[in-house]
């Protein structure tokens, strides 16, 4: 079974400055997508930014980019020029593409982002 | 429609009585899920439908808990005999199934058991 672990429950950060949220993954399969959900207070859950496993290049969208270390299992998100809308719960899944479990996405427990003006 | 629909949106019952809870996917989507969210927490995993196939119910907390999914579309998630520890946000996702497609979300039914 895979697992998904976020080990910062709470970050918060300045507006304009970088924040890195961070997550760590455990999976014996060697195909499998990484993904960074956001959840603000609408409760609407919103694709930040989406990783192949097989590509070694880190995914970039605009001002979000991960850093994929697949040996070390970690996929953390970076948000660059922090903005106030960014404010929200941070989730990181992981969707499996092989075994058994084939198509099925699990998420971490989450990280709750607040950015201060 | 043009986006995942659940209904109801909020629903306060009492414990021990039955609820069923809606879940309207993307047309064409194949792969449904269900998650819980229990207030400021991550989501846990229910079940998961894809196409055809038998559905991977792993998720499912205790027997009180039962999804179905009629003609590849729309899906209901039963709860019965509730209990108030199963007060959480409901949310159900859809994907065009396969790989690395995005799940969209629902906006949840909040469900109370007082």
Known sequence: AQTVTQSQPEMSVQEAETVTLSCTYDTSENNYYLFWYKQ??????????RQEAYKQQNATENRFSVNFQKAAKSFSLKISDSQLGDTAMYFCAFLNAGGTSYGKLTF???TILTVHP | GAGVSQSPSNKVTEKGKDVELRCDPISGHTALYWYRQSLGQG???LIYFQGNSAPDKSGLPSDRFSAERTGGSVSTLTIQRTQQEDS???LCASSRGGTNTEAFFGQGTRLTVV
């Open chain 1, 108 to 110: 971490g427990q989450g």
């Open chain 1, 40 to 49: 603000p207070p609408s409760r609407q859950m919103i694709l930040v930014i």
């Open chain 2, 43 to 45: 989501l846990e995993f």
């Open chain 2, 88 to 90: 959480a946000v409901y």
